[in-house]
């Protein structure tokens, strides 16, 4: 199963700018598509963005188009989450996702499978 890593989080003022990263521990990101997903303390997880084993296809949440990119850059096995102009109801632990790319791409926390450990993106004055 894919084991999955993120980096990337941190402390950020309101306005301000972090990337977030999506490496693999085990085995390849390459095959499979990939998610990235958020939960603020006593919140349900929701979603922030997903974006296709071939990286044609991104989904993004209404809160985050227009200020969150995502992308991929196979040679270097890794998922991005780009995110500019920060609130803080941005704040929260972010995980990334996977699903080997066999599956129908579905942007919804129930369709995949493989999930990371969190990073925590804190954003406040």
């Known amino acids: 199963q894919l084991q999955l890593v993120e980096s990337g989080g941190g402390l950020v003022q309101p306005g301000g700018s972090l990337r977030l990263s999506c490496t693999a521990s085990?085995?390849?990101?390459?095959?499979?598509?990939i998610g990235w997903f958020r939960q603020a303390p006593g919140k349900e997880r929701e979603g922030v963005a997903c974006i296709s084993a071939s990286g044609r296809i991104t989904t993004y949440e209404d809160a985050v188009k227009g200020r969150f990119t995502i992308s991929r850059d196979n040679p270097k096995d890794t998922v991005y989450l780009d995110m500019t102009s920060l609130r803080p109801e941005d704040s929260g632990t972010y995980f990334c996702?996977?699903?080997?790319?066999?599956?129908?791409?579905?942007?919804?926390?129930?369709?995949?499978?493989?999930w990371g450990q969190g990073t925590p993106v804190t954003v406040s004055s």
């Open positions: 996702a996977g699903e080997p790319d066999y599956t129908a791409y579905v942007c919804r926390a129930s369709t995949f499978g493989s």
């Open positions: 085990r085995f390849t990101l390459r095959n499979s598509h």
